[in-house]
Nanobody
Framework: QVQLVESGGGLVQAGGSLRLSCAAS????????MGWFRQAPGKEREFVAA????????YYADSVKGRFTISRDNAKNTVYLQMMSLKPEDTAVYYC???????????????????????WGQGTQVTVSS
């Protein structure tokens, strides 16, 4: 069982920044692929960003590319999402997720597909005011 706990959400003005953190339990965090997803009211969950086990490969949705940065610290069992130049349309509940058996090759389709993830956090609210 893997527990994921997100933190760092809040209310920010458009153009501002936030950094989300996701702390994972367990001793094998460095073997997980990690992703961030978000869900706005009345909308389906969507992929935001993902990172492979070593942190060497990252993936981003077009809507956040150039503004968000995903990173991980395997020594701290934590994955981060640095969000800059925030827009009102970034308002959503943000979830981190862990994939226990990620591939050994680059695959945007794998990491952007929510069904590939085995565990999900409870989410943290991000609200961007205009």
């Amino acid at each position: 069982q893997v527990q994921l706990v997100e933190s760092g959400g809040g209310l920010v003005q458009a153009g501002g920044s936030l950094r989300l953190s996701c702390a994972a339990s367990g001793h094998t965090f460095s073997t997980y692929g990690m992703g961030w997803f978000r869900q706005a009211p009345g909308k389906e969950r969507e992929f935001v960003a993902a990172i492979n086990r070593s942190g060497g490969n990252t993936y981003y949705a077009d809507s956040v590319k150039g503004r968000f940065t995903i990173s991980r610290d395997n020594a701290k069992n934590t994955v981060y999402l640095q969000m800059m130049s925030l827009k009102p349309e970034d308002t959503a509940v943000y979830y981190c997720a862990a994939a226990l058996r990620p591939p050994n090759y680059r695959s945007y389709s794998y990491y952007s597909g929510g069904s590939e993830y085995d565990y999900w956090g409870q989410g943290t609210q991000v609200t961007v005011s205009s």
